[in-house]
């Protein structure tokens, strides 16, 4: 049906009409979009290779005491990571607050190293390597295997437990080690476009939800202050006040003041009388760990006697690192952008990839129990500090290192109630979703294919591993049910990460769904990221992503 028009008459020969459904104007029959007639005002915003509005970047180093605050703040967030993990896992294991402790000194000293290593031969980027949610389920179906169910003593039961989770990562670490070297990711990240990169890094943090809110909701009265302190000192105040410690030191100054306050809550009594689950998510003295970890001890590789290996945790394991590849992808393309470089070349992804892949294998052999990823909460505080230095990060593992060693004193930081971890947590994954977003730019989001591949993968990314998820709460077990458990469990890991599903659906939509038509290239932004495919493609690779040393003469990214 055709919409209602008006007429304009302005001299001869022309007479312009307007289609007022469909937004058209019409001269002599001819049809001018409405944009090309709007002021500049309306002009898009540009594209910008380069996130704009860092002060430090990569290679830009803030001055020696702000970076020594700023690298706390980057230990600070991502050891909320390691004590959550650990407080899942360890008491399936038959670990006590001893095991505990020790383990989260394992942990932060095997990230301290990982880090290090990916800064230095990796990938070069601003990204902490540290514990990965991931790995929760190969951990359970190992510590809950029936084979250690005839250890009645709980420290027995949970070494043999830990030596079956060495061997498991020991050889899972060998699938992104050869992916990496081998070059293999490197091809397989060259079919990524802006398109199909939006789902996967959107959901790298989205996909973590649970662990924003409702963490936070376990004690409110110390959790929601948090998220209002959190956001006022990040977002507002730098509109207020030209001072920019403020909002740099967001995280710190504001976990400081909500853990005295919560302090002064368990000091009066506030919880005396409250359950013994609230009590221990809002009293800063139930954690254990200070009492239970040791004045110095150095983690050292095989502490807890020799790994054992069992097919089928292998394989379990190694769908958890296949994830964990994937998502530390996603991570690593997020941090290039807060860390105001350019889009990471194949050939560095493929690179960090590899030295991903040892990581897991440190963390096999020295026994953290959980395999490594790409910290997602050190990215989002990239974004808050708006400091994206390498050395900051660097320096970060320095304190992973001191606290690792000195357990007393990591003890006490450690301890801070996990409803305040869940209060970053809110603000840390949000950036982590805004910069797969971000990416948007490069795409026409006037195209009915781009509605669909972003929409389809988004949609399917958070709704399949919720199915799973839901079925796993009301039947005990996840919906594949074959006749081995093993694989059972290895689609579990697979299908209950949102990133992995939408990045795996994104990536088939965007390759195959009208591939030979001439505009699916600049639809989906290929164009942009064509130049840094290759490493030499583009001058400011070099500057970024070299390897020091003078190490790139040796081994060249091509």
């Given at each position: 049906m055709k919409g209602l028009e008006y007429t304009i008459i302005i001299h001869e020969p022309w007479i312009i009409h307007r289609d007022l459904n469909c937004n058209n104007i019409f001269i002599n029959g001819n049809i001018l979009p409405v944009d090309t007639a709007k002021d500049d005002k309306f002009v898009p915003h540009p594209v910008k290779d380069q996130f704009p509005g860092v002060e430090f970047c990569i290679n830009s180093n803030p001055p020696w005491a702000e970076a020594v605050i700023l690298a706390f703040q980057h230990y600070l967030v991502m050891l909320g990571t390691i004590v959550l993990i650990s407080s899942i896992i360890v008491p399936p294991m038959g670990g006590g607050h001893v095991e505990k402790a020790y383990m989260i000194q394992t942990m932060l000293f095997v990230a301290g190293m990982n880090t290090l290593l990916q800064t230095w031969f990796g990938t070069r980027l601003p990204v902490v390597i540290g514990g990965s949610f991931r790995f929760v389920v190969p951990m359970l179906y190992i510590a809950l295997s029936q084979r250690y169910s005839f250890y009645f003593e709980p420290a027995i039961r949970f070494r043999h437990t830990m030596r079956a989770m060495q061997g498991a990562l020991m050889i899972s670490s060998l699938l992104p080690i050869i992916l990496g070297f081998l070059g293999i990711w490197r091809i397989v990240v060259r079919f990524l476009s802006p398109l199909s990169a939006v789902p996967l890094v959107t959901l790298v943090g989205l996909g973590l939800y649970a662990q924003g809110f409702p963490l936070l909701a376990e004690c409110v009265e110390i959790g929601l202050p948090q998220l209002i302190l959190l956001v006022l000192f990040s977002q507002y105040v730098p509109y207020w006040y030209?001072?920019?410690?403020?909002?740099?030191?967001?995280?710190?100054?504001?976990?400081?003041?909500?853990?005295?306050?919560a302090s002064l809550l368990t000091a009066a009594?506030?919880?005396?009388?409250?359950?013994?689950?609230?009590?221990?998510?809002?009293?800063?003295?139930?954690?254990?760990?200070?009492?239970?970890a040791s004045w110095i001890k150095f983690p050292y590789p095989l502490q807890w006697g020799r790994p054992t290996i069992h097919a089928g945790d292998v394989f379990v394991m190694l769908a958890a690192a296949f994830v964990s590849l994937i998502e530390s992808t996603g991570t690593f393309i997020a941090a290039a952008r807060y860390g105001s470089a350019t889009h990471v070349p194949s050939s560095v992804l493929s690179r960090g990839a590899a030295w991903l892949g040892i990581g897991i294998l440190m963390d096999g052999l020295w026994g953290t129990g959980t395999g490594s990823t790409a910290s997602v909460e050190n990215v989002g505080l990239l974004a808050v500090t708006k400091v994206g230095s390498r050395r900051?990060?660097?320096?970060?593992?320095?304190?992973?290192?001191?606290?690792?060693?000195?357990?007393?004193?990591?003890?006490?930081?450690?301890?801070?109630?996990?409803?305040i971890i869940g209060a970053l947590y809110c603000v840390l994954f949000a950036y982590m979703s805004s910069?797969?977003?971000?990416?948007?730019?490069y795409c026409n989001l006037n195209s009915y294919r781009t509605k669909f591949i972003l929409g389809f993968s988004l949609f399917m990314g958070l709704s399949v591993p919720q199915y799973f998820n839901d079925y796993v709460v009301t039947t005990g077990a996840g919906p594949v049910r074959s006749r081995s458990t093993w694989f059972n469990e290895a689609m579990l890991v697979i299908f209950t990460?949102?990133?992995?599903?939408?990045?795996?659906?994104?990536?088939?939509?965007?390759r195959t769904l009208g591939y030979n038509h001439k505009d699916v290239r600049t639809d989906g932004g290929r164009h942009w990221w064509g130049k840094f495919k290759y490493f030499e493609r583009d001058v400011r690779s070099a500057e970024f992503y070299s390897l020091p040393y003078g190490l790139s003469k040796y081994f060249p990214s091509v």
């Open positions: 030209k001072s920019k410690w403020l909002d740099r030191f967001a995280v710190l100054i504001s976990v400081a003041i909500v853990w005295a306050y009594g506030a919880y005396k009388t409250r359950s013994p689950i609230t009590q221990f998510s809002c009293r800063v003295d139930r954690s254990g760990l200070v009492s239970a900051v990060i660097q320096m970060s593992a320095g304190f992973m290192f001191f606290f690792s060693i000195l357990g007393k004193f990591g003890a006490i930081v450690a301890s801070i109630p996990l409803p910069a797969g977003l971000g990416l948007l730019q990460s949102p990133a992995t599903v939408a990045a795996i659906v994104g990536m088939f939509l965007d």
